[in-house]
């Protein structure tokens, strides 16, 4: 992950970070040295972090997205994830204009239901515009609209 200053970005701006076709398996937190940008209005794209058979890890995702309370757009198309992190996810709705989700790769169990609800809400900002999520096990549909 890019370490910089925030004192480089303007005021005003927004910042695009895009890691996509990496071997990124965690996530920096804010505070640690480098990473004070997570907390500026950004952008970032995840997408394809399993090169190699690498798997980013959902519980390392869940630590680090709220570290970036002013994210608005978030691509992480094919990163694995077979489950997304709830409460996490909820709380960052409220700024999203963008969001690029996992595809096919999603578990439909318990715990994934409230997906189905918050994705219905969200379904104008869903940038992979599908409109059935696929879960991996059982091949069972998730409809959105």
Known sequence: MPQF????I???YNLEVNVAHNFIESFPLYGDNGYEWLSVETSINIDDNRQGGAKTHVKKLEQFLPCMPKLTKLYMGDTGFEHLPQGV???LSKN???IELPQDTLVCDCYSYWLKEWLQKLAHKV???YQIIYCQHERKKMFIV
């Open 5 to 8: 200053s925030i004192s480089n």
């Open 127 to 129: 940038t992979n515009g």
């Open 96 to 98: 999203l204009t963008a």
């Open 89 to 91: 996810m909820e709380n």
């Open 10 to 12: 303007p005021d005003g």
